[in-house]
């Protein structure tokens, strides 16, 4: 299933920063009354009544500036636009409405997405009302009261939103064909390895770093089974700052892993692993997706017998939140390695969909709990109950126990283990809920 996505845009310090905290339930964006200060776009996972969506905060569009920060982040917030299938379009009922706002709303109608815009900063109905008004004139729809500060009229605009999302989107798709993102920072070599897989030039191949302007979907037959593969190049030239592009390339990242089973890594031999490959892993890693390291130009590096031991050391090291990822160094100039990136992708979703019996688990944590005894805290000890899979994709297991403040990640991860040399489950994550007797979830 594919979460919609919404982009939050506007002119800098309208308060978008702060209806996002607001809406993702946690304060991650900074608020702070100077134009410019949210620079990256921000994403966060909400959810609204039974509906759930991916929430981008964005910077502002100064439409004609020509700082260079501004301009930066204008650029971020065009490809917002271009990825979200919402645009919340925030304006300030105290400016008023401004010459930028019309030229922002006239970017929107542009894009052809749905708007929703909501007038922030209205604490007070009867002082405000009549300045809502003003705001029909943008011509993109009817506007929406709001204080992101105070929390009123939040409901209405979320309601709003979710009446725009596609129905089909929100069910769970009938379509079974392995779906594989593949993801990294820009010039890898990602539209490479799907030219080599497909035979053919299906993707613009540059030297220049973010020269493929759309995720594309690909679709590939391999012995009999097809594969539809997500590039998630993605990305505009529009800077030559390269801490620019790899900002850029989070959202997209985020659109792609949405939408797959799997996600392969791609990470440049030469450059090695470096933090933006541990940021985007984690996007994939917190989403409970499969997971394949592709280490790419592996035929550019000079090699000794200890080489692919030491590179497979460090990228353990920088990744060790994903120990169960699996890991293939490729070639997609030469296709060196590459067919085998299918075996590994089967024996991953093999992975993601193992069922183990309640039973066999249930031998598993007893003999795990003789063998270590559960931690303890003011004399009064973990006791763990019954441990039963109710989910795959990721496999997903809940505990149930005496105190579940008791249960330690730690001792969490420990269960983990033992579960994964029973039966492996390379290649995926495992979830864990812990619940204490009385039903209550952590």
């Keep these: 299933m594919s979460k919609p996505i919404v982009a939050i845009v506007g002119r800098p310090n309208v308060g978008k920063s702060t209806l996002f905290n607001v809406l993702a339930g946690e304060t991650i964006s900074i608020v702070k009354d100077t134009p410019g200060v949210t620079r990256d776009r921000i994403y966060a996972d909400c959810s609204w009544l039974d509906m759930n969506f991916t929430l981008i905060d964005t910077g502002g569009i100064e439409p004609d500036s020509r700082d260079v920060i501004l301009s930066q982040m204008r650029e971020q917030a065009e490809i917002a636009i271009a990825t979200a299938d919402v645009i919340i379009f925030i304006v300030d009922v105290r400016q008023g409405m401004v010459d930028a706002d019309s030229k922002v709303a006239d970017m929107l109608r542009r894009s052809r997405k749905p708007v929703v815009l909501a007038v922030n900063k209205v604490d007070s109905f009867a002082k405000f ?120 390339s989070i959202i997209r990242t985020v659109a792609a892993v949405e939408r797959a089973d799997i ?7 030469v450059e090695g692993v470096t933090e933006q490959d541990a940021k985007i892993a984690g996007i994939a890693h917190d989403r409970g997706k499969g997971m394949i390291i592709a280490v790419n130009k592996w035929d550019a590096i000079e090699k000794n017998d200890k080489t692919i031991y030491e590179f497979t050391r460090k990228i353990r090291d920088t990744l060790a939140y994903m120990p169960y990822a699996e890991m293939l160094f490729i070639s997609a100039k030469t296709g060196q390695r590459l067919n085998r990136l299918y075996e590994l992708i089967d024996a991953v979703r093999e992975n993601q969909n193992l069922r183990v019996a309640t039973g066999v688990l249930n031998e598993i ?78």
């Design 263 to 269: 996600v392969v890594l791609v990470i440049d031999a």
């Design 365 to 442: 944590m007893t003999e795990a709990v003789a063998l270590q005894q559960p931690p303890s805290d003011k004399g009064k000890r973990l006791k763990l109950y019954y441990i039963t899979q109710v989910a795959v994709k990721p496999p997903t297991f809940v505990i149930f126990v005496n105190d579940k403040e008791l249960m330690h990640f730690s001792y969490t991860r420990y269960i983990e283990n033992k579960i994964r040399e029973a039966f492996g489950f390379r290649g995926t994550s495992l979830r864990f809920i812990i619940r204490e007797r009385s039903g209550k979830e952590n």
């Design 129 to 248: 009302g009549n300045d809502v008004y003003e705001f029909y004139n943008l011509g993109i729809g009817e506007p929406i009261p709001v204080s992101a500060a105070s929390r009123l009229g939040l409901g209405e605009l979320l309601d709003a939103v979710c009446a725009h999302f596609d129905a089909s989107q929100l069910e769970e798709e009938d379509d079974d064909r392995p779906r594989i993102a593949i993801v990294g920072k820009p010039n890898v070599g990602k539209s490479s390895i799907i030219n080599k897989l497909t035979g053919e030039n299906r993707v613009i191949v540059s030297d220049i770093a973010g020269t493929t302007r759309d995720a594309v979907d690909t679709a590939i037959v391999h012995n009999g089974q097809e594969y539809v593969f997500i590039d998630t190049a993605g990305l505009r030239r529009k800077s030559k700052i390269k801490e620019d592009l790899e900002r850029y």
